[in-house]
C-alpha cells in the first residue's frame, strides 16, 4: 500500500497528481527506453551498430510493453537497479537485442533519464510561479495606494501599502523564474561517458556517439563528464529550496495577517470547508498551514542535496543514489505546496476597512516617525526625538489621540500650528515611495506573468 505521501487519504496535501505522473514508476521506465533508443540510433549513425537493430529497439522502447512489477522484483533478487531493465528491453528487441546498452555504463542510463524528468518537472514549477505572479499583479495593482500598518519586530512601525506588501513577493518570485531558467541551463544536460569518463569503450567512435546521442535524447552534452560532480542538482534543490522559503514567508504573512485580532486578510473559503471539528466558528487558514508543512520539507532537503555532492572518487552510488528518492520529494513536496498556495493567492480576501482600522489603533502612534521629522526642521533631529518619544508615551499612556498630544504642548505649538500637525499625523500623508514600489516592480514581472482566468 502506499504511504503518507502517495496514500489516497493525504495524498492531495503533499503533492499533486500532475507531478507525481512525472515521476511514477512507468515514466522512471520510460525515461530510461528513451536514453537506449538514443543511444542506439545514435551508433547506428556513427556506423558502430545496424540501422534496423536501432530501429527495432526504438519500436520497443515504450514502457507499457513491459512488466514493472517483475523488474522491481528483478532489482530486488539481482541487487542491480538496471540490469532487470536491459534484460527486458533486450528480450522484446529479439536479435537487436545484443545491442542495447552498448558501451554505457548504469549512470549514463541513469543521470540522462532523470534529467528528462527534471525537465518536465521543472516546466510545471516554473509556470506555477509564473502563474502565481499574475495573480499577484492584481493585487499590487488594485491595492496600489492601500495604506496599512506596515510591521516591524511584531510591532507597527510606519504606513506602508497592502501593494507595496504584495509588490516585495512579486519582486522575489520574479528573481526565482530567473534562477530557475539558469538552472535549465544548467542541469539539463545529458550524461554519455562509460565506466569512468573517458568513454573509452567506444573508441574511435566516442565523440561521433556523444554528439549524434545529444541530439537524439534532446539534450545538450556537458562540459564534462559529472558522475561525481553533483554541483548541478545542488544549486537546482538550492533554488527549488529558496522558492520554497518563499512561499512560505507568503503564507506566514497571510496566515498571521488572517489573525482574529487583525482580519486584514483572508483565505477563500469553499462551502464544504470545515474550520475546526469541534469549534464551529473557527475559519482556520488550512491552505497556509499545509503548505508551510511541505515548504519545510523542501527546504530541509537542500542540506541533505549538499551532502550528495561529497562523492568519492569517479563514482559512487552510496551518495548519488539518494538522489533517486530525494528528487521526485523535492519536486512532489514542492508543487503540493505551490498548489496549496495556488488556492489561497488566487482570490486572497482583503479588507480594507480592517487595515484602515488597524493602521489607527495606535492613536496616531505608528506616524510619530512623521511628527519627529516635522519637528527636527526646527528643533534638530535629537530634540525632536527625545519630544515625540515622550509625546508618544503619554498619548499611549492615557490613552488619546498623538494629535491631542501634541497640540497641548507649548513647545511643538511654537513651531507647528493645527493644521500641520494633523497633516503630519496623517498616515496617507506617510507613505513615501510605495506607490512607485509597486509600479517599478509590476512594470518589470508584467512579462514573466502566466495570465489564466480564475
Not at 75 to 102: F, N
Not at 441 to 450: C, F, S
Request: charged residues 25%; proline residues 4%; aromatic residues 6%.
Amino acid at each position: 500500500m502506499p504511504t503518507t505521501l502517495d496514500c489516497y487519504i493525504m495524498r492531495n496535501i503533499f503533492g499533486s497528481d500532475r507531478m507525481r505522473a512525472v515521476f511514477d514508476s512507468s515514466r522512471l521506465l520510460q525515461g530510461w527506453l528513451d536514453v537506449w533508443a538514443a543511444l542506439a540510433e545514435a551508433e547506428a549513425e556513427a556506423g558502430l551498430i545496424p540501422m534496423e537493430a536501432a530501429a527495432k529497439i526504438r519500436s520497443v522502447a515504450r514502457a507499457e510493453n513491459f512488466d514493472i512489477v517483475a523488474i522491481g522484483k528483478g532489482v530486488e533478487t539481482g541487487r542491480h537497479s538496471l540490469m532487470p531493465s536491459i534484460r527486458a528491453l533486450s528480450e522484446a528487441a529479439g536479435d537487436a537485442g545484443k545491442y542495447v546498452h552498448w558501451g554505457t555504463t548504469t549512470q549514463d542510463i541513469i543521470d540522462t533519464g532523470v534529467v528528462l524528468q527534471i525537465r518536465d518537472a521543472l516546466d510545471i514549477i516554473e509556470t506555477e510561479v509564473r502563474t502565481q505572479i499574475g495573480f499577484l499583479l492584481e493585487l499590487a495593482k488594485r491595492y496600489r495606494d492601500t495604506a496599512m500598518a506596515g510591521r516591524t519586530h511584531w510591532q507597527h512601525a510606519v504606513p506602508i501599502t497592502f501593494g507595496m506588501k504584495v509588490a516585495l513577493w512579486i519582486d522575489e518570485l520574479s528573481r526565482h523564474v530567473e534562477r530557475l531558467q539558469r538552472c535549465r541551463e544548467q542541469v539539463l544536460v545529458c550524461q554519455l561517458s562509460g565506466a569512468a569518463g573517458t568513454f573509452a569503450s567506444l573508441g574511435e567512435y566516442a565523440e561521433t556517439v556523444q554528439q549524434a546521442f545529444s541530439r537524439r535524447v534532446g539534450l545538450p552534452l556537458p562540459s564534462a563528464p559529472w558522475y561525481n560532480v553533483r554541483d548541478r542538482f545542488g544549486e537546482m534543490v538550492s533554488t527549488l529550496g529558496m522558492i520554497a522559503a518563499t512561499f512560505e514567508r507568503i503564507c506566514l504573512d497571510t496566515g498571521l495577517l488572517s489573525a482574529t485580532e487583525i482580519g486584514e486578510v483572508s483565505e477563500p473559503q469553499t462551502k464544504t470547508q470545515v474550520g475546526s471539528s469541534t469549534m464551529p466558528q473557527k475559519v482556520n487558514p488550512i491552505n497556509g498551514e499545509r503548505a508551510i508543512a511541505n515548504f519545510h520539507m523542501v527546504r530541509g532537503l537542500v542540506p541533505v542535496m549538499q551532502g550528495i555532492m561529497v562523492v568519492p572518487h569517479e563514482r559512487d552510488m552510496s551518495t548519488t543514489a539518494t538522489e533517486w528518492l530525494l528528487l521526485p520529494q523535492v519536486f512532489i513536496l514542492l508543487d503540493g505546496g505551490l498548489s496549496l498556495a495556488h488556492r489561497i493567492l488566487v482570490d486572497l480576501q482583503v479588507y480594507p476597512e480592517n487595515l484602515a482600522r488597524n493602521l489607527r489603533i495606535t492613536g496616531g502612534g505608528i506616524v510619530a516617525e512623521a511628527v519627529m521629522f516635522g519637528l527636527a526642521q526646527h528643533l534638530g533631529r535629537t530634540r525632536a526625538h527625545e519630544l515625540t518619544i515622550e509625546m508618544a508615551g503619554k498619548s499611549h499612556a492615557e490613552h488619546r489621540p498623538l494629535f491631542d498630544v501634541l497640540k497641548e504642548n507649548a513647545e511643538i505649538r511654537r513651531y507647528l500650528d493645527e493644521d500641520e500637525l494633523r497633516e503630519l499625523v496623517d498616515p496617507e500623508n506617510h507613505l513615501g515611495l510605495a506607490g512607485k514600489v509597486v509600479d517599478g516592480v509590476v512594470a518589470r514581472a508584467e512579462a514573466l506573468a502566466v495570465k489564466v482566468a480564475k
